[in-house]
Structures are given as C-alpha cells and as structure tokens.
C-alpha cells in the first residue's frame, strides 16, 4: 500500500517546504502552506524514489520538501494515474489535476545549482475535495477515474441492418487514438438509433445523467425530411460552440459546396461536450481532424483546470 513519507509546508513562496507530522486540509489547501487558494495547483505531490533517483544522478542528497512538494510519497507509480483520478488519505481526498510543470529556470535554486530539476518532469498536483487531517505515514489509495464517451449513430437502414455503420466506429477509433498516451482513462460506448428525435432525446439525457463527458453523433446533419439530429440537439445546449462547425464548413466548402449544407452543431450540456457530425467516414475523419485537437483544453475548461 502506498504511503505518505513527508508532508511538507512553507508560509511562502518560492522556498524549500519544512517536513510536519500532520497537517489539515480545507478547500483551499493545507492550512498555513503558501501555495493554497482557489485553483487546480493546491497540493503538489513528488515521490520519495524520484527525489532519490534524481539526487543519485546529481551526486546530492536531497531530502523532503527540498523540491517545494507538499506531499512526499512512497510506494506509487504516478505514471499510472489520469487527470480526475483521486486519492484518498485517510479522510482527506484529492483530484489529480495536472503531471509536471513549467520549470522556473534561474528562479528555482536547484535548477541554479545543478542545471535541473525533478518536480516539472515528474511532480503532480491535486486539488482538494474533501477535507480533513493526515499524519506522516496515513496509507494512499488510488480511486481511478473515467472519463465516458459515448458515440451515437443515427441511421434509419442501418438500425434495420440494411447496412453497416461506419461512422460510429470510426468515430470511436479515431478518439481512443487522439487519447492514447494523454493523461486520460477513456471509457467508449456506442449505441445505433434511427432517425427518431424522442430516442436521441432520450439518450442524450440519459448519457448526461449519467456523466458522461464527450458525446459525438454521426449522421442526420443534412437538409433530408429525417434529419433532425442539430434540431434536437440545440435546445438541448447550455452553450453553443459555434466557431469548430463554422471553421470546419469553410474549410471544406471551399472546394466542396456541398459541404455548406451541413447543419452540424457543437456545444456543452452541463461537463458534457456535445458534437454532430455527418455520417459518411469521410465526413467524420474531416470534422474530427478540427475537434480533436481542442478535446483536451476543453475537457479541462470544464474541470475548472485553468493552465493558463
């Protein structure tokens, strides 16, 4: 079972933290440590065996706190943890938030002594979400997050099986490999409806309810008599995101009118990011090529993680 080795604090900024016995944690932080407030960075975590890896390596011995972490652990890999993981400490729990950092450069004493450090390349940081009192020694669990994606397929014949869906599972494919290797524990579901506005309703609902955090459709973006998927989507949105759908139909209509005819949408529904899309695989591969690479930042918007 993982361990806290050192909990470590400092009544100001950039300077070594002091190792405590104990210490109490509220919304904002540890109590009495300079770095608490009302952001992602209140907790900074950095393990006992990089600390002892990284000080074999320099020819220095380094002790706890020595790298400004608040929590010095033993016995956890945090190569294995995802963003909004948690970690439970006796009564206190934690939300991952963020692995490494900017390094301060000649700010940082270390840095100004040996030329680098180990807290940007392999400290985390938390939040707290529940508060409470730890020891030096309090045991660490790991409760692992999800992150749900469900991927919904409208299409009257393929529903009946007049065909295979495509879209869908490309749809699918193409997000589990933008999210391989990022700090995410992707959990992907698909589901084949017809063109039916009270079933997509439904489910949307459903699937918000439920936490989940990107839903893509694919399919009845057109001008057809069945499509319907923006008609029932948009009074769904808390917000729209009208720029990815406006950028993607000038990027292709340019060459292909026909591409200005979709009506596909994107928004946010609660912490759900809500995206249309036709349903052809080429289609879907376009569309995606532009909203992929703003999944990231926009999943953290919505954690309330500004990096900025």
């Given amino acids: 079972m993982p361990t806290i080795h050192s909990i470590n604090v400092s009544s100001q900024t950039g300077t070594t933290k002091q190792p405590v ?40 011995e380094f002790k706890p706190g020595d790298f400004a972490e608040n929590l010095t652990t033993e016995g956890i890999d945090f190569a294995e943890l995802a ?22 450069g000649g700010a940082c004493a270390i840095f100004r002594e040996i030329g ?10 938390c939040r707290v979400v529940q508060p409470g009192s730890i020891r030096v020694g309090d ?17 009257d014949r393929a529903s009946r099986g007049e065909y295979e869906d495509l879209g869908g599972p490309q749809v699918s494919k193409r997000v589990q490999e933008y999210f391989t ?24 609902r459903q699937n918000v309810e439920q ?3 990107i839903l893509i459709t694919t399919g009845g973006t057109g001008i057809g008599p069945r499509d319907i998927t923006p008609d029932v989507v948009r009074p ?16 292709y209509g340019a060459a292909i009118p026909g591409a200005l005819i979709s009506r596909s949408i994107a928004g ?16 879907v591969n376009e569309y995606l090529d532009v909203i992929l690479p703003t999944l990231d930042h926009s999943l953290r918007m919505l954690a309330s993680i500004d990096e900025h």
């Fill in 116 to 125: 680098k450090c180990v807290m940007p390349k392999e400290g985390i940081f």
């Fill in 83 to 104: 963003v909004l993981d948690h970690l439970r400490i006796g009564e206190v729990e934690l939300e991952v938030t963020q692995f490494g950092k900017k390094c301060h």
């Fill in 21 to 60: 016995d104990s210490a109490a944690f509220n919304l904002r932080g540890i109590e009495g440590d300079a770095h608490s407030g009302a952001w992602h960075r209140q907790i900074s975590l950095l393990s006992i065996e990089h600390i002892r890896r990284f000080g074999e390596s320099a020819k220095v």
């Fill in 181 to 204: 290797g990022k700090k995410w524990r992707l959990a992907v579901d698909n589901s084949l409806i017809p063109d039916d506005a009270e079933q997509l309703r439904a489910l949307i």
């Fill in 211 to 213: 936490g989940c955090r």
């Fill in 236 to 251: 769904l949105l808390d917000k729209e995101l009208p720029g990815i759908m406006e950028f993607v139909r000038c990027k």
């Fill in 139 to 155: 045991a660490l669990e790991v409760i692992p997050s999800k992150l749900p994606v469900r991927v919904i397929t409208l299409s």
């Fill in 268 to 283: 946010v529904i609660g912490n759900t990011l809500v995206y249309t899309l036709p349903g052809s695989v080429k289609a």
